[in-house]
């Protein structure tokens, strides 16, 4: 996919809280090109998150319901939370299933990103992405997260995926992976199951979650501050999928 294929999620903070774009100033993953996409944010007053999503036919959104076959699909990409001035206050992720129309920052979603912590982990999350993925956030469930955990100082760059499947009875079923980068560039990913982050079923009891599933929607990646001045992160390799 090319830049054209992407849309800003609405409500997204101004680049003069957020700055984002295209840049060869960050290091890219290992197998990548010169130039990542990465955030930077210039303000230490604002809450909020700015996000793309994938604007082609058959994601926009992907199907609403277990009755639609393209209800789910599957997004990738390598995200890094780069070193700052301090090492808390902002997550980077991937999302899924993002629920407005248009889709916005305010949207609830499924969520598989950097737990806005340090040390940090990789976390599965059900929320609003505007909030991010931190401990305690509002209306968030943290439904899985890595056994591992990562320290800022490590500087690595994590390769994962999501895939969201709509069960024919309206259940969702959620699975996450990775690619270790070390051993396997971004053009050649290895996917393995991430200790710790087994399969979730988001069902339609709403038992396991506390909500009702989220059959179709958005997908795409997305940076989440708060309160926090010059926070980074980077992405590359972004893949969008949709079941058929």
């Not at 982050?197 to 599933?213: E, H, M, R, T, Y």
Request: glycine share 14%.
């Amino acid at each position: 996919m090319g830049q054209a294929d992407w849309n800003d999620l609405g409500s997204s903070l101004a680049t003069a809280s957020l700055m984002r774009g295209v840049t060869a100033g960050l290091t890219p993953p290992s197998g990548g090109g010169s130039f990542v996409y990465g955030y930077n944010s210039l303000i230490g007053t604002v809450i909020g998150a700015h996000g793309k999503f994938v604007d082609l036919t058959g994601f926009t959104p992907t199907g609403s319901g277990p009755a639609v076959a393209d209800g789910g699909g599957s997004v990738r990409g390598a995200i890094k939370r780069v070193a700052s001035t301090n090492n808390t206050g902002f997550t980077p992720m991937l999302f899924f299933a993002a629920q407005g129309g248009p889709p916005s920052v305010n949207d609830q979603a499924y969520m598989l990103g950097l737990l806005d912590a340090d040390p940090y982990e990789i976390a599965l999350a059900k929320g609003p992405i505007v909030g991010g993925i931190v401990e305690g956030g509002d209306d968030l469930t943290i439904l899985r997260r890595s056994s591992a955990q990562f320290n800022m100082s490590d500087d690595l760059y994590h390769h994962l995926r999501l895939d969201v499947i709509v069960e024919p009875n309206g259940d969702v079923l959620l699975k996450a992976f990775a690619s270790d980068l070390l051993v396997n560039p971004i053009t050649a990913p290895a996917w393995t199951s991430i200790a710790g982050i087994s399969d979730f079923i988001d069902d339609l009891l709403q038992v396991n979650s506390g909500s009702a599933p989220l059959l179709g929607g958005y997908c795409g990646f997305a940076m989440a501050i708060s309160n926090a001045l010059n926070r980074r992160a980077a992405f590359d390799g972004i893949e969008a999928y949709r079941a058929t």
